[in-house]
């Protein structure tokens, strides 16, 4: 079964902290895996993706296919950061536009 | 950027009527649209894929007679929840890939609906 888990509901730091939020995945082919962001009274939008291997924000991803894993990492969290964060999977649909297989979201809370 | 709007934004009707909420690309075609559904404090799921010119196809679980969707043109697409009832209130939302950049969808910003 496709699926995305995000474990953590809450994560809380102070400004300045690194950040790590989990995300895990189960999907029987070639994942392709995406990290939303949705700031308060916003909608929400694409932060990054594996395939571009960016940083944006200052937020990088690494997709680790042996950990089945694609956590979100930024070494200074800064308090714009604050926002929900949901992990998501592409399936393919048709071969070509992909649906979205979401995890359950982590709010990312930081603190001044 | 590629903007996708929803209306209304919120919406209160009595039990037993319908609803139409409608989701738009403002400066792209989309001839695949997205709608979910979001309950408070809880992920989105995705409830059907709209298709121009076609039928929906729809999630596991979704019941097609009580979200029709109808995607008539390459900038529409939209979603009636018929005979509503309290269970039925949540947030809706659409998204839309964006034409060459399937990998990645452009969002509404969501409808409110209260089923009273």
């Known amino acids: 079964a496709q699926r995305v888990t995000q474990p953590e509901k809450l994560l809380s730091v102070f400004k300045g902290a690194p950040v790590e939020l989990k995300c895990n995945y189960s999907?029987?082919?070639?994942?392709?895996l995406f990290w939303y962001v949705q700031y308060s009274r916003q909608r929400l939008q694409l932060l990054l993706r594996?395939?571009s291997r960016e940083s944006i924000k200052g937020f990088t991803a690494d997709l680790n296919k042996g950990e089945t894993s694609f956590h979100l990492k930024k070494p200074f969290a800064q308090e714009e950061d604050s926002a929900m964060y949901y992990c998501?999977?592409?399936?393919?649909?048709?071969?070509?536009?992909?649906?979205?297989?979401f995890g359950t979201g982590t709010l990312l809370a930081v603190q001044p | 950027g590629a903007v996708v709007s929803q209306h209304p934004s919120w919406v209160i009707c009595k039990s037993g009527t319908s609803v139409k909420i409608e989701c738009r690309s403002l400066?792209?075609?989309?001839?695949?649209m997205f709608w979910y559904r979001q309950f408070p404090k809880q992920s989105l799921m995705l409830m059907a894929t709209?298709?121009?010119?076609?039928?929906?196809?729809?999630e596991q679980g979704v019941e097609k007679d009580k979200f029709l969707i109808n995607h008539a043109s390459l900038t529409l697409s939209t979603l009636t929840v018929t005979s509503a009832h309290p269970e039925d209130s949540s947030f809706y939302i659409c998204?839309?890939?964006?034409?060459?950049?399937?990998?990645?969808?452009?969002f509404g910003p969501g409808t409110r609906l209260t089923v009273t």
């Open positions: 594996h395939i």
């Open positions: 400066d792209f075609q989309a001839t695949t």
């Open positions: 709209s298709n121009e010119g076609s039928k929906a196809t729809y």
């Open positions: 999907y029987s082919g070639s994942p392709e």
């Open positions: 998204s839309a890939p964006r034409e060459g950049r399937d990998y990645e969808q452009y």
């Open positions: 998501a999977l592409s399936r393919n649909y048709g071969g070509a536009t992909n649906k979205l297989i």
